[in-house]
């Protein structure tokens, strides 16, 4: 019943699942783009419930997001900066897509996973027609100066959640801002 930009919305939670969390998941969603996208309930119905198993693990492991809870965050902390800039006209899925790509490039610089691992993720977040890019009318220093502003940010660094490898993630990484910045140059 949910709009086609709706329903893209909720796969970019989706791929952050299967990006963060589980292997099988984000296999899935490589492999049955098309029978997703189609609204094959069988197969949608699967994903929907293991994106609800993994929320409850982590939520049970960490109630006070003070530690695990906090790899939910991936894509949120540049997505959250470009919606904020676009004064809400990118919708959250779509700038969560949009900071997923960011994130694994800050991974990427920091020699966390490869760029291999970050094109992966690229064409995946595009098999399910999301921006990948931030939008040429944006300034990326505005961007990371908005991240300050995350709630994650403190004593003026901003921890991202970033990859370790597809379907492995590590909350709490502080990234000073030229760094993030070079990172994010050269995309």
């Not at 003070?66 to 470009?82: C, D, P, S």
């Amino acid at each position: 019943t949910l709009s086609a930009r709706e329903f893209r919305n909720g796969m970019a939670e989706v791929i952050k699942y299967g990006s963060i969390l589980d292997k099988r998941l984000f296999l899935q969603l490589e492999h049955n783009a098309s029978s997703i996208q189609n609204m094959d309930a069988r197969i949608l119905t699967d994903i929907i419930r293991r994106c609800c198993e993994l929320k409850k693990y982590v939520v049970e492991q960490d109630e006070k997001e003070a530690g695990l809870r906090r790899i939910l965050n991936f894509g949120h902390t540049i997505g959250h900066a470009v919606e904020y800039l676009s004064q809400y006209k990118i919708s959250h899925g779509e700038a969560v897509a949009i900071g997923m790509v960011a994130e694994a490039r800050i991974s990427a610089g920091l020699g966390l996973i490869s760029k291999e691992d970050v094109e992966r993720l690229i064409s995946l977040i595009k098999k399910y027609h999301l921006p990948t890019e931030i939008p040429s009318t944006m300034n990326l220093s505005s961007i990371l100066q908005a991240t300050l502003l995350d709630k994650k940010a403190k004593q003026g660094n901003v921890q991202y959640t970033l990859l370790r490898k597809i379907w492995t993630a590590k909350a709490g990484v502080t990234v000073p801002l030229d760094q993030a910045k070079k990172f994010l140059k050269h995309q």
